[in-house]
């Protein structure tokens, strides 16, 4: 007889029980489900290959995805065939490769109307399945395996929760009996599967993670073939054109003993096997189109379960808009603009506008009533003549009343209290130099060089600039140690390195340091 596990508490197939489980690596159990296809992909949305993934957030338009796998199981059905003699007596032979290779291709479909609910489509197909002529395990015939059609599922979910660290996603999926006993995509019994879907996963910066549950509610019955599977998943983003991930994946299948009555027999009559796969993913992403490599081991008795499993995947997704936003976030004039991005958050207007009326509104920045700058977008300010209007070098004074509009300062004037900008050269008042003609710079030289940056910083057009360091009559050791102090100030401030120069200069005179534009 074949070996098989007797059902046990939900508690203790999530354990160990896989792990350390004594069955016969080389002999499944099963009677009437014989099938090879019980892979059920994540719908190609997710970024991971069985567990539903954190999916990107849109704010119009549709998004759709499509996926084809290719999947090949290596000895994925194998049996101990029971053989009677014309005696009556029964004995069992050594174990078989019912099917030894197998190529599967999966071709999924996902349809997305708004962020919060997709439907699903996915179709596996046997390309090839060759195993021993086996003529019958525990009384079924099984036939030569062969090309075929396997079943049919179609899914719908909902994300009732839907945010960047957290998704909540509950829905079902629909196997239909289409497979074909020849190909072992479909059980003797041909009965349709329904599962009940629970997902969670999210993302922060480069991780992101999901698991998900596929309950089969007649499995606490004990109907054939019905299963219980989970599949998580755990991946990392290298820059952002490779991913990472780890997905193992665990299920349970109820089948029962007689394969005669496929009905309703209770738990006590049905059998329980395990299955426990756990891979590794790397996954190419190229804009729309993602390319995925994939591998790992079986383990346990359920049939279908492979001793190696090798996968190919080509997904291309894409949606009408890439506009990501927070889906906690309020929209409360209903204009179909979120509050965080609307400038008029209480009046209804188009996108185009900010979510401003378009009349009142001609530069789009939520100012309606006082804007200063009607055609040049800005912030709000308490001054009539600032109101409306932008700040070119973002110190919070608006250009109209800012006396240094390009070169960031403090209230209220707006400019910088040491370094000027005059045309290609800065005016440092105090004169920049070091304390007591010594190594290090004082309070306002250290402020002097800080504002330099800052003003360099609002002006893309000041490509590049270079500090001239006099080193005339200095010794080598000075000038070195000046030189560190100075790029010391720099450094700090994370301006990018090629957009300045540190030049030892024998012209000047030791410690005075000049500061040009060159470019």
């Given amino acids: 007889m074949i070996r098989s596990a007797c059902p046990a508490a939900l508690g203790a197939f999530l354990s160990a029980g896989v792990l350390t489980s004594t069955q016969d690596a080389r002999a499944q159990a099963f009677d009437s489900a014989a099938r090879i296809d019980q892979l059920q992909p994540a719908s190609p949305g997710s970024p991971f290959l069985r567990a539903e993934g954190p999916r990107e957030h849109f704010?119009?338009?549709?998004?759709?995805?499509?996926?084809?796998?290719?999947?090949?199981?290596?000895?994925?059905?194998?049996?101990?065939?029971?053989?009677?003699?014309?005696?009556?007596?029964?004995?069992?032979?050594?174990?078989?490769?019912?099917?030894?290779?197998?190529?599967?291709?999966?071709?999924?479909?996902?349809?997305?109307?708004?962020?919060?609910?997709?439907?699903?489509?996915?179709?596996?197909?046997?390309?090839?399945?060759?195993?021993?002529?086996?003529?019958?395990?525990?009384?079924?015939?099984?036939?030569?395996?062969?090309?075929?059609?396997?079943?049919?599922?179609?899914?719908?979910?909902?994300?009732?929760?839907?945010?960047?660290?957290?998704?909540?996603?509950?829905?079902?999926?629909?196997?239909?009996?289409?497979?074909?006993?020849?190909?072992?995509?479909?059980?003797?019994?041909?009965?349709?599967?329904?599962?009940?879907?629970?997902?969670?996963?999210?993302?922060?910066?480069?991780?992101?993670?999901?698991?998900?549950?596929?309950?089969?509610?007649?499995?606490?019955?004990?109907?054939?073939?019905?299963?219980?599977?989970?599949?998580?998943?755990?991946?990392?983003?290298?820059?952002?054109?490779?991913?990472?991930?780890?997905?193992?994946?665990?299920?349970?299948?109820?089948?029962?003993?007689?394969p005669s009555q496929p009905t309703l027999a209770g738990l006590s009559d049905a059998r329980m096997t395990l299955a426990f796969e756990p891979m590794g993913s790397m996954l190419f992403h190229a804009g729309d189109v993602h390319i995925g490599l994939a591998g790992g081991a079986g383990l346990g008795g359920a049939p279908g379960t492979p001793t190696a499993r090798g996968m190919l995947t080509v997904t291309y997704a894409a949606q009408a808009s890439r506009t990501r936003t927070d889906p906690g976030d309020a929209d409360r004039d209903f204009d179909g603009v979120t509050d965080s991005y609307d400038a008029?958050?209480?009046?209804?207007?188009?996108?185009?506008?900010?979510?401003?009326?378009?009349?009142?509104?001609?530069?789009?920045?939520?100012?309606?009533?006082?804007?200063?700058?009607?055609?040049?977008?800005?912030?709000?300010?308490?001054?009539?003549?600032?109101?409306?209007?932008?700040?070119?070098?973002?110190?919070?004074?608006?250009?109209?009343?800012?006396?240094?509009?390009?070169?960031?300062?403090?209230?209220?004037e707006g400019c910088p209290e040491f370094a000027r900008l005059d045309g290609k050269t800065f005016k440092i008042d105090p004169p920049l130099t070091f304390e007591s003609n010594g190594e290090r710079l004082g309070a306002a030289q250290t402020m002097s060089l800080i504002e330099v940056v800052r003003t360099v910083r609002a002006n893309p057009s000041l490509g590049h600039f270079a500090v001239k360091l006099g080193v005339k009559g200095a010794t080598n050791k000075l000038s070195d140690a000046r030189a560190a102090a100075v790029l010391a100030v720099l450094t700090e401030q994370n301006l990018e390195s090629n957009r300045y120069e540190l030049v030892l200069d024998d012209h000047l005179g030791s410690g005075v340091i000049v500061i040009v534009v060159t470019r």
């Fill in 59 to 258: 704010d119009a338009g549709v998004s759709f995805a499509a996926r084809v796998i290719g999947d090949y199981m290596f000895d994925p059905l194998h049996a101990r065939v029971e053989t009677t003699s014309a005696t009556g007596a029964t004995s069992v032979g050594a174990a078989t490769s019912v099917v030894k290779h197998a190529a599967l291709v999966h071709v999924g479909g996902q349809f997305s109307p708004v962020d919060w609910l997709n439907f699903e489509l996915n179709v596996p197909v046997a390309v090839m399945a060759k195993g021993s002529a086996v003529s019958a395990v525990n009384g079924e015939p099984l036939s030569a395996g062969g090309p075929g059609l396997g079943d049919i599922r179609v899914g719908a979910h909902w994300l009732p929760i839907n945010g960047r660290l957290f998704d909540l996603q509950i829905g079902a999926r629909f196997w239909a009996p289409t497979g074909s006993e020849k190909a072992y995509l479909q059980s003797a019994n041909r009965l349709s599967r329904v599962e009940a879907v629970i997902a969670a996963s999210g993302e922060k910066d480069s991780f992101l993670y999901g698991c998900t549950l596929g309950i089969a509610p007649l499995w606490f019955a004990g109907r054939d073939g019905d299963r219980l599977a989970a599949s998580c998943a755990a991946g990392i983003r290298l820059g952002s054109f490779v991913q990472l991930a780890v997905e193992p994946h665990v299920a349970a299948f109820t089948y029962r003993a007689e």
């Fill in 344 to 412: 008029c958050p209480t009046e209804a207007g188009p996108k185009t506008q900010r979510g401003c009326p378009e009349k009142r509104d001609q530069d789009g920045d939520g100012i309606i009533d006082g804007d200063a700058c009607p055609n040049d977008p800005g912030a709000r300010y308490d001054d009539p003549k600032a109101n409306g209007c932008p700040d070119r070098d973002n110190d919070h004074v608006a250009d109209p009343v800012d006396a240094c509009p390009v070169e960031p300062g403090d209230v209220p």
